[in-house]
């Protein structure tokens, strides 16, 4: 019997603290696509599933797909349904979530999405809207989503742009819950990314203790032909 993963520290940071910054933007794609009883949704890189779960709370049919075992642990405690790999099945799905997914894995989970279905990508804004790429001096690139759309074979059906704010209590949440992300290389001396990130966050500490770093996201719609 392959023993049942277990959470680790990262992924408990990403679930307990990051996922929730990007509820504004899985509530915008949702009531864009009016997505309800009835609907059939697969999410890509589903982390935790949270976006999962609020599609669940409107009705929807929702399946996961996240390759890693940790947070796809997490995912199976919710008693969500996340699989490591793309679900086999001929067009099954009404809706395609792929937040920050590959081409690659967009590629391979496209023939799961009937003809007609959404498929909704989703990144970082532009630079200057984004807080969180200055941080430490690194962080994400954002991707043409557009250029995905149209190498993916995909007809455009509409965007938007959405404020998701990472706020947190303090700056040790800010630190754990930005490094749950994996943006920031921890190979070489962890502890010294740990500080070099606790320090680069000084200028957004409100006199409270808290930090604010404001986002914003873009998404587009696309339609499977």
Known sequence: MTPTPTPTLAARDWAEIQERMLVPLYEAVFDRLEIGPGDRLLGLDCGAGLALLLAEGRGAAATGVEADP???????????????????????????????????????????????????????????????????????????????????????????????????????????????????????????????LAEALHPYERADGAVWLPNIFRYVIARVP
């Open 70 to 196: 940790a947070r796809r642990a997490l995912a199976r405690e919710r008693l969500l349904e996340v699989a490591a790999t793309t679900p086999a099945g001929v067009r099954p799905y009404d809706v395609l979530l792929g937040f920050s997914t590959s081409p690659a894995a967009l590629a391979a989970a496209l023939p799961a999405v009937r003809r007609g279905g959404a498929v909704v990508l989703a990144g970082w804004g532009p630079a200057e809207r984004c807080t969180v790429p200055a941080v430490h001096g690194c962080g994400p690139v954002p991707q043409d989503l557009d250029a995905v759309v149209e190498a993916a074979g995909l007809v455009p059906d509409g965007s938007g742009r959405v404020f998701c704010p990472f706020g947190y209590a303090d700056a040790d949440s800010a630190v754990r819950g930005l490094l749950s992300t994996g943006l920031y290389d921890r190979s070489c001396d962890p502890a010294q990314v740990e500080k070099e």
